[in-house]
């Protein structure tokens, strides 16, 4: 997919003057899937960010930073891959999201799922930028775009069901 905006720069200012939305998959979590005794409440019995997915987390800090985004409203799934990699980027309080969790081989509804995250996302106040943690399955869904472990993609708002994709971005 080619990006909406030539110039990397212009992505982050968009998403600094709240006309664009960072959606990013989580850090590395080893694996595939989750594990059949998988438990939403029990980070032991599901995939989780190992240590480099953790130092993965830890430089979105930096590379916002650098981009004039110290501090930002982060959503994320309540898988805790999605939860840790938004609390290891350390720039804002992070609040649970459910639309934004996984759907993956048959979990959750992808179409009603991606059709709330759109509703809320559209439903936010003016404020500091917006970031949101979620699965490849859900940007996938959402924009066509394929992330890697810790890619995220800045996208134009409001949102709708095909989303200009500003740039693909990775610390």
């Not at 590379?63 to 939860?83: E, F, K, N, P």
């Not at 459910?98 to 081989?105: E, K, R, T």
């Not at 809320?120 to 869904?141: F, K």
């Not at 924009?143 to 971005?169: D, H, K, Q, W």
Request: aromatic content about 6%; charged content about 25%.
């Amino acid at each position: 997919m080619r990006p909406a905006i030539a110039d990397e720069t212009e992505a982050w200012q968009a998403l600094r003057d709240g006309r664009a939305v960072l959606m990013l998959r989580h850090a590395l979590a080893p694996g595939t899937g989750d594990p059949a005794d998988f438990d939403l409440e029990d980070c032991s019995t599901q995939r989780d960010l190992n240590a480099r997915g953790r130092e993965q987390a830890r430089a979105w800090k930096s590379l916002m930073s650098r981009h004039g985004i110290d501090r930002a409203r982060v959503y994320t799934s309540q898988w805790c891959r999605s939860r840790h990699t938004a609390e290891e980027m350390g720039i804002g309080p992070v609040t649970e999201w459910p639309p934004l969790n996984s759907f993956f081989g048959g979990q959750g509804d992808g179409e009603r799922q991606t059709r709330q995250t759109i509703a809320a996302v559209n439903a936010l106040d003016e404020g500091l930028p917006v970031v949101l943690v979620s699965h490849q399955v859900n940007i996938t869904r959402l924009t066509g775009v394929y992330p890697s472990s810790n890619e995220g993609v800045i996208l134009s708002l409001p949102l709708s069901e095909s989303p200009t994709v500003f740039a693909r971005v990775s610390p």
